[in-house]
Nanobody
Framework: VQLQASGGGLVQAGGSLRLSCAGS????MGWFRQAPGKEREFVAS????????DYATFVKGRFTISRVNVKNTLYLQMDRLEPADTAVYYC?????????????????WGQGTQVTVSS
């Protein structure tokens, strides 16, 4: 399984970005992030085919995870970005079609895409 994340960049606080991850196929999918000096943390997950989603509490309704199965693509729409959202964002796939926030349940990881939010 090859996962390819894209869509990161530099944005001002309050702005938006949409991350994409190719290769979602029939897997349960998730987004994680890791800031310098911090541990990897869960952001959001979505089941296959997409009926169930789960979010970290810090998302607070600002992020939306979705998938387009015919394109094998996962998305993370991020709105009202804050400097604290600055991190490398990773997409991950699980052999479980319904998966949550435990990184140990994910079997495959993409290479990460950098998101930087300036104040």
């Amino acid at each position: 399984v090859q996962l390819q994340a894209s869509g990161g960049g530099l944005v001002q606080a309050g702005g938006s970005l949409r991350l994409s991850c190719a290769g979602s196929e029939r897997y349960g999918m998730g987004w994680f992030r890791q800031a310098p000096g911090k541990e990897r943390e869960f952001v959001a997950s979505i089941s296959f085919p997409g009926r169930k989603t789960d979010y970290a509490t810090f998302v607070k309704g600002r992020f939306t995870i979705s998938r387009v199965n015919v394109k094998n693509t996962l998305y993370l729409q991020m709105d009202r970005l804050e400097p604290a959202d600055t991190a490398v964002y990773y997409c991950a796939a699980s052999n479980l079609q319904t998966v949550g926030d435990a990184w140990t349940h994910y079997n495959y990881w993409g290479q990460g895409t950098q998101v930087t939010v300036s104040s």
